[in-house]
């Protein structure tokens, strides 16, 4: 049986950073209220069904969205992972929260999100720029706000052992029978990834483990370090392209859209078409899908915005998705998103739909099983 993780942001609590970066008690959810329509029938702002705006430092929030997970068939719950280096791990308040409390019946595991935290401006690479709406039209203060360090043996020996009473958790998900973790940017200093992925490895075999299973996104640079791979949607199949050629094609089709002051628009039908056309039935590939999406929270006019979304649609190609990966043997399917409002990529219920995303899923699991 195929199982379904939701992806999961835990950026809905409080932390001193950003209160300092983006203002005092700013959360994800900031942005997503302040979001304003950018066309005519664009729904924004999003507004979670009975007005749900809740802080994941608190435990009850948790065990809410557990209870809907587990009712509508998510299986677990790839949990952001923000370390920078041992002196620096932001948003990490969820994650303790899950593991410290057996009773939350959900499976999870760690997808780091191995970049900086940078302005909007900033050309870095690999980064997230959190809230450019937030930031005004002056280019003050540093480029980078929170600073990736790889550092040397000692450091990641140190992240290792953080990880550890979570790798040790019966909950936490394992791939060949070895605690599973993500590496987003397999490509962001590959070199230096494939050193610690094998140290790693050797802390947890001396550690009582297996070893460990990693997974990381593909990219368009077919640069590998981690044991599987899966898609990131709807950017694979959106804008970011399969391999360079496409990427360089849509990134020139996004620019002169917002030269002219157009919206970066793309087809659901035509997106999630791409998907089931492109399934990959290697082993070591595992499917990427998603529910909607829509950053204009977080982008303002340049937002990548997916038009033409609905319960209806996404049910017929999550069936067959998962009807493929039953079929080629997949064990997981990664699935954007289980809360990323920002980015308008959720599962959880809305004042548009209710929970009708949730009984979508639901249903698509149940017919699938029952084949």
């Known amino acids: 049986m195929t199982k379904i993780?939701?992806?999961?942001?835990?950026?809905?609590?409080?932390?001193?950073?950003?209160?300092?970066?983006?203002?005092?008690?700013?959360?994800?959810?900031?942005?997503?209220?302040?979001a304003t329509p950018l066309f005519k029938n664009h729904l924004q702002p999003r507004v979670p069904l009975n007005s749900e705006y809740y802080d994941l430092s608190d435990i009850n929030a948790i065990k809410w969205q557990v209870n809907l997970a587990e009712k509508y068939g998510i299986y677990g719950f790839g949990i952001y992972h923000y370390w920078f280096s041992s002196n620096q791990v932001l948003l990490d308040k969820p994650a303790n929260i899950i593991k410290d409390n057996k009773e939350l019946n959900i499976h999870y595991f760690f997808m780091w999100d191995n970049g900086n935290w940078k302005r909007t401006w900033s050309n870095v690479r690999f980064g997230n720029s959190w809230a450019p709406t937030f930031e005004g039209e002056e280019k003050e203060g540093p480029e980078i706000l929170a600073e990736l360090q790889y550092g040397d043996e000692e450091e990641w020996k140190k992240h290792f052992e953080y990880l550890l009473p979570f790798f040790k958790d019966e909950r936490y998900i394992k791939i060949d029978g070895k605690p599973l973790f993500g590496i987003f940017n397999q490509n962001n200093n590959n070199d230096v990834l494939e050193k610690m992925i094998k140290?790693?490895?050797?802390?947890?075999?001396?550690?009582?483990?297996?070893?460990?299973?990693?997974?990381?996104?593909?990219?368009?640079?077919?640069?590998?370090?981690?044991?599987?791979?899966?898609?990131y949607e709807p950017a694979t199949h959106g804008w970011n392209g399969k391999n360079i050629v496409q990427k360089s094609v849509k990134k020139l089709h996004s620019e002169i859209a917002l030269h002219f002051g157009f919206l970066k628009k793309y087809n659901y039908k035509k997106i999630w078409k791409g998907i089931i056309r492109d399934f990959d039935v290697r082993s070591k590939i595992l499917p990427g899908a998603f529910v909607q999406y829509d950053d204009t929270p977080r982008r303002g006019s340049?937002?990548?915005?997916?038009?033409?979304?609905?319960?209806?649609?996404?049910?017929?190609?999550?069936?067959?998705?998962?009807?493929?990966?039953?079929?080629?043997?997949?064990?997981?399917?990664?699935?954007?998103?289980?809360?990323?409002?920002g980015e308008g990529a959720y599962l959880e219920p809305d004042t548009r739909y209710g929970t009708a995303y949730l009984e979508a899923v639901k249903r698509a699991v149940d017919s699938v099983n029952k084949e």
């Open 5 to 34: 993780v939701g992806m999961y942001l835990p950026q809905y609590h409080r932390i001193p950073e950003n209160d300092k970066w983006w203002g005092e008690g700013y959360t994800d959810w900031k942005a997503v209220q302040k």
């Open 199 to 231: 140290y790693w490895n050797d802390c947890a075999v001396k550690s009582g483990l297996c070893g460990l299973t990693f997974i990381g996104k593909r990219n368009i640079y077919n640069i590998r370090v981690t044991d599987y791979e899966f898609d």
């Open 302 to 341: 340049k937002a990548s915005i997916v038009v033409g979304d609905t319960p209806e649609l996404f049910e017929k190609y999550f069936t067959k998705l998962l009807q493929l990966s039953k079929e080629h043997g997949k064990e997981y399917v990664f699935l954007t998103a289980w809360n990323e409002w």
